[in-house]
């Protein structure tokens, strides 16, 4: 598949980083970097603009290794860039660890899945088809 980009950024377009991946790193491009105190969240650009295909969304996830080394994760996560969107890609990183985190210029700091999507149509209907879960919500199919 291929997906229109423009990089504005000084680093490289966004890899696979094995050959089986589903993400591809996606780096911060910034002036300067960024310190991230306990439990705070910034905005980070990217230098990116896309233009992903109808029908298609790119998922912005966390790197797992940012996460357990650092407690780095991203607030909205998976965020979602729509194929309508040509603005920046930037990645809303927040801090759950209890020391600071500085982010540097064209370090990883997510990855990019691009994956299908359908639209859906909403059917109102007055009733809905029987299931053995019904209606248990949360924790209804666990143990204790």
Known sequence: MLIPIINQSRHPLPEYQTAHAAGMDVRANLAEPITLKPLQRALIPT???LEIPVG???QVRPRSGLAYKHGIGIVNSPGTID???RGELKV???N???QDFVVQDGERIAQLV?????TAVW?????????QRG???YGSTGQS
């Not at 691009?114 to 359908?118: G, K, L, S, Y």
């Not at 109102?124 to 299931?131: A, G």
């Open 123 to 131: 059917q109102p209907v007055d009733t809905l088809s029987e299931t």
């Open 56 to 58: 298609y969304e790119v």
């Open 83 to 85: 194929a309508d969107y």
């Open 114 to 118: 691009v994956a299908r999507h359908e």
């Open 92 to 94: 809303l990183l927040v």
């Open 96 to 98: 759950l660890s209890d």
């Open 47 to 49: 230098g990116l603009f």
């Open 135 to 137: 209606t248990g919500g």
